[in-house]
Structures are given as C-alpha cells and as structure tokens.
C-alpha cells in the first residue's frame, strides 16, 4: 500500500532538447533546396534524366525538412508543460498485485468509475466470445498499461460467465484542486487530464473501495513521450464530511402551511 507517495517522488523534471541543430539544418536544407530548384529549370527537355534525379533530391530535402519542423514544433508544444510539471513514467500503471491485478488505476476527469471485464457476446448455440472492455476509455498509451489484466480475467473466469473487476472514486476533490483543474482544462496544454489512485482489495464482480490515500492530477499528451505529467495531488475528503462542511443540516423541517 501507500503506493501513491512513492509514485509522486519518482515524478522528474525533464529538459527539452536543443533545437539549435535541427533549426540550421533546416536553414542548410532550406539554401540547398533554392539552388537545386534553379538548377532543374535550367535544364533541356533532353536532361530528363539529370531533372529526375534534382527532383530526387529535392523530395529527400523537403521530407527531412518537414520531419525536422515536426520536431520543433513538438518541441514548442511541450515547453509549457516541461517548464511547469514534472514528468511520470506510465510503468507504475503496469504495478500488479499477487493475483496479477492492478495496483493502480486511473479515472477520467468525466467518469468516476474504473473498470475491467470480459463479457461473453453472442448467441445461445453458438460459439461465444469474449468481449475485453476497459472503461473509461483511454488514450493507446495507457489502454496499452492494462492490457494483460484480461489474461489474468480469463484465468479467474469460469466457463460461460462474464467477470468484471470495477473501482469508484467516492471522495471528494478540495475546492482549490478542483479549481486547479479546471484552469489547466482551459489551459489546454493537455489533451486529458486523469486521476492515479491506489484501489482497495479488489473482489471479482464487486466495486473495489478506494483507500484515502492522496491521488495524484495528471495531465497527458498522447504525441508528446507517452508520458503522464504531475499536476498536483490531494487529500480525498470522505463525501459525507464534505456535506458538512458545505452546510449544516437541521434535525427536523421547520413547520409550513402544508403541515
């Protein structure tokens, strides 16, 4: 247990590559490119041949140039977000349990459940086969994470039934984290943004509790390194101390003219 501190302290700030290199590449490709252009309209119907291979090398120039652009541009992109946040490799989500099952797990910023199952499809008499479902839905790279926890299904599984492993987020996010959330939302430096926290004992067909352990905010760009990137984490208030916190409930309904 308690895996969630060590998985914040294992989070690194990262440099962005220089740049320099690949701008004057681009620089050169871009001077080689001008002089081959006016070298292939000088060129006689009868140097066909010679054209053809000026064409070549200008085809070869521009893919390097548009690969190296593509480069940079990455590059630009993640300089807000490597300045700000620490990066987190997505091998902890690989974590597994003694029955193989996850230690971690991930919730959508949209959906407080996280769930597994292999549900049988199909009509009686015939062959049935198993569906793997993985919900909510998530980015290749972290979908990827999951993918032997079906193997691990199918062993426990017992012939013609579905199993499903299942984890709730039934906590509440401080008002500060969760306005923390929502600027980095509008931000749009990330194209999700995940909660990582650590499940209770999981129980086949039943919804693991969620330790009060602090889950960790993270951002994720699927083109940028497969990585996640760390927000911040936080307390989970129990739902219902927070109800208390927001108002003070009284012990019987005031009188009205209905009573």
């Not at 600027?183 to 995940?194: A, G, M, S, T, Y």
Request: net charge negative; aromatic share 8%.
């Amino acid at each position: 247990m308690n895996l969630i501190p060590r998985l914040a302290e294992v989070a690194r700030y990262v440099e962005l590559p220089d740049m320099s290199a690949h701008r004057q590449q681009t620089e050169t490709n871009n001077t080689l490119i001008a002089r081959l252009e006016e070298v292939a309209k000088s060129f006689l119907p009868v140097e066909e041949q010679a054209r053809r291979k000026v064409s070549e090398q200008l085809l070869a120039l521009e893919g390097q140039n548009s690969a190296l652009m593509k480069q940079m541009e990455k590059a630009q992109k993640a300089a807000p977000i490597v300045e700000r946040y620490k990066r987190l490799s997505l091998d902890p989500l690989r974590w597994r349990d003694n029955r193989g099952l996850p230690r971690l797990v991930v919730f959508s910023m949209r959906e407080s459940t996280f769930s597994m199952s292999v549900e049988l499809i199909g009509a009686p008499l015939k062959t049935f086969k198993p569906s793997y479902q993985l919900k909510p839905i998530f980015p290749e790279s972290i979908a990827q994470c999951y993918a032997d926890v079906f193997e691990t299904l199918e062993s426990h599984r017992s012939a013609g039934k579905n199993l499903k492993i299942s984890c709730e987020f039934n906590g509440v996010i401080p008002d500060g984290v969760r306005q923390q959330i929502n600027e980095v939302e509008k931000e749009r430096l990330f194209e999700r943004i995940f909660l990582i926290a650590e499940p209770g004992e999981w129980q086949f067909d039943l919804t693991a509790p969620m330790p009060a352990d602090d889950p960790l905010v993270v951002g994720h760009c699927e083109d940028l390194s497969k990585s996640l990137w760390l927000i911040t984490s936080f307390d989970v208030t129990p739902i219902e101390q927070a109800m208390l916190s927001y108002t003070s409930m009284p012990d019987k309904a005031p009188g009205g003219v209905l009573n």
